[in-house]
């Protein structure tokens, strides 16, 4: 019999204990509960996870799947080479197909794409996929359960929300020492044969659950601020894969908490509510809390508590179980204590997605005849003629007699191309007199950190700074951060602030990068007071003018920029400046350096989708 788990002292033998009752009660049903998010970088430790839940499911298909798979082999499609030599339609399994019974191994899973993961869990619902591609449809069955190997480093570094939540457990593996693996004690808790798993998996379909164990599960669910109804189904049917272990005919309350400890704790979003003796005691420290928290599950087992039984004390008991189970990190952040890790806000790409190019990776194919540069997508072609060859020879007039393969305009298929563009953020820096009086040394501050922010996302950066009559481009676009911080370090200040001519080189830089397939983002540090021509002559009036004209080229350009007034106070000019770049206004004096680089961010975010 599985004992429920509390997560006390020791973590890593606590960890390895509850990874091994994961991998036995998944063997009895994989299909059944989802799947396992498994946290854990490629090493021993997941090394002997794994084997341990293949000598579970011996017998049985275990599927490895690439992060990177075309839609044809995870679905199923057109089996090209057999079509032709049968002259009919000939399909050929995909990978979900093959691991029907089984289980599915995501390789760096936190990597998988959107619209990948939605076809898998709608295979994961359907119990079954059907692949509507080249004028053939069948229908094949598909149940089996997901392994996630998630090896994500960061926060924001997580698998889909569609498979998360279809998914019973979740390992954290990271904080396994490998030597634990290895401990004798711990590795007779693996020891279960195939005898007792095929004995439970005929059980299980004919285990009984009673209400109250299911109202209990539910009602935990509630407390813990599980919102998915998804969580609740899963928490029963591991109860009911945990008596089929144990040879029993109904789910008993020692399921129930297993199940608790299991599939809700590690979902919960909110404290539990505590027993109504410890409410009326005084206000604790949040360590204080953590620590009763932790004890809960030893409380819940005392031997010297009387007895008590009814669907409320049912309950309770499973709420215990789950209330000791929750990760002391996860308590942290609910409970808002020092050290607790915010999500981090999702790094920029580098660089816009373009498709249906004439250059770039491969991204499937099309219906279309080849012009304007597209080529011809071979194999999709012929494979959209294969199931037509029996009628079309059966029509074809005498003179196309001998011809082997009939192709028609309707078959062909072109590539679809995607690319990458490289993005180049353009500092345009002001160093005037009336800039330099108020807040240059800040503005070069924010400048540094976005330079530091381009360089993680391995952006180029090129710096046009302008002051006295005429704009000067200091640093053409490139990688070095150490080039680009010499640049501006010795950037001086003082004189006019010829406006009109820094945004004329700006265009001109920007429809250059343009021109070489990059995506230009405009970084513009001004108060937007112009007092210099577009000719190097005086007077603010004209000079306001010309840059305006000059911020309305710009803008035709459709490059993103983003304008931040360096001034004291928000200056009309300079959201007056702003409108006519269309780009986004930011005062610097409601924004520090580090607002700033997130604002950056966000619009090398905003410029990659």
């Known amino acids: 019999m599985l004992a429920p788990v509390d997560r006390e002292p020791d973590p890593s033998e606590r960890a390895w204990q509850l990874a091994v009752q994961v991998a036995v009660l998944f063997a009895i049903d994989p299909a059944g509960l989802g799947g396992v998010r498994l946290r854990a970088p490629a090493g021993p430790v997941r090394d002997a996870w794994l084997a341990l839940l293949q000598s579970l499911i011996a017998g049985r298909p275990c599927k490895r799947m690439p992060a990177a798979i075309a839609d044809e082999r995870l679905l199923g499609g057109l089996d090209l080479p057999a079509t032709l030599a049968a002259g009919r339609p000939v399909l050929q399994p995909g990978l979900l197909a093959e691991a029907d019974g089984g289980v599915l191994l995501l390789a760096m899973a936190e990597r998988l794409p959107a619209a990948t993961a939605a076809r898998i869990a709608q295979a994961m619902d359907t119990g079954s996929v059907a692949p509507e591609r080249d004028g053939v449809r069948e229908r094949r069955p598909a149940r089996f359960g997901v392994v996630a190997l998630d090896e994500g480093m960061a926060d924001d570094e997580a698998l889909p929300a569609a498979l998360c939540d279809r998914f019973a457990f979740e390992l954290d593996l990271r904080a396994v020492s490998p030597r634990v693996t290895l401990d004798d004690n711990l590795q007779q808790l693996a020891s279960t044969s195939s005898g007792d798993l095929d004995a439970a998996r005929e059980l299980l379909a004919g285990i009984e659950l009673p209400e109250p164990l299911v109202g209990a599960l539910c009602g935990t669910a509630l407390a813990l601020g599980v919102d998915s109804l998804r969580a ?79 669907p409320d004390a049912l309950q309770e008991r499973v ?8 990760p002391a990190g996860l308590l942290a952040r609910l409970l808002g204590t020092p050290g607790s890790r915010q999500k981090a806000a999702t790094a920029g790409k580098s660089g816009a997605t373009l498709r249906a190019g004439a250059r770039g990776r491969p991204a499937g194919s099309r219906r279309g005849r080849p012009s304007h540069g597209s080529r011809l997508h071979l194999i999709d072609t012929l494979r959209a003629a294969a199931p037509w060859q029996p009628v079309r020879r059966a029509l074809q007039p005498p003179s196309a007699a001998g011809a082997r393969l009939l192709v028609r305009a309707d078959d062909f298929h072109v590539a679809r191309l995607r690319q990458k563009t490289a993005t180049t953020t353009v500092f345009v820096v002001d160093a005037s007199g009336s800039s330099a009086m108020h807040r240059l040394a800040e503005a070069k501050g924010a400048v540094e950190l976005l330079l530091a922010d381009c360089y993680v996302r391995r952006d180029q950066v090129a710096l046009i700074a302008f002051r006295g009559r005429a704009a000067e481009l200091l640093l053409p676009p490139t990688r070095s951060l150490t080039r680009a911080k010499r640049s501006l370090s010795g950037l001086p200040g003082g004189g006019g602030t010829p406006l009109a001519a820094a945004l004329d080189a700006a265009a001109t830089l920007v429809n250059d990068l343009q021109r070489r397939g990059q995506a230009p983002l405009v970084v513009l540090l001004t108060d937007g007071r112009a007092n210099v021509a577009r000719d190097g002559a005086g007077g603010r009036e004209r000079a306001q003018a010309d840059a305006l004209d000059a911020g309305r080229r710009l803008a035709l350009l459709q490059a993103p920029l983003l304008m931040i007034d360096t001034s004291p106070r928000p200056q009309r000019e300079a959201a007056e400046l702003a409108a006519a770049l269309c780009g986004r206004y930011l005062p610097l004096p409601h924004a520090g350096a580090a607002e700033v680089s997130q604002q950056v961010r966000l619009a090398a975010q905003a410029r990659a989708h």
Not at 268 to 285: G, K
Not at 319 to 326: G, T, V
């Open 319 to 326: 709420l215990d179980a789950a209330r000791a189970a929750l």
């Open 232 to 310: 609740s189904l899963l928490a029963l049917g591991v109860a009911r894969a945990s008596a089929a272990l144990d040879g029993n005919h109904e789910a008993s309350d020692d399921d129930a908490r297993i199940a608790a400890a299991l599939v809700l704790a590690p979902r919960a979003t909110r404290l539990p509510p505590l027993p109504e003796a410890e409410q009326q005691a005084p206000e604790q420290e949040p360590e204080q809390e953590l620590e009763n928290l932790a004890a809960a599950d030893a409380a819940s087992t005392d031997t010297d508590r009387p007895p008590s039984s009814g």
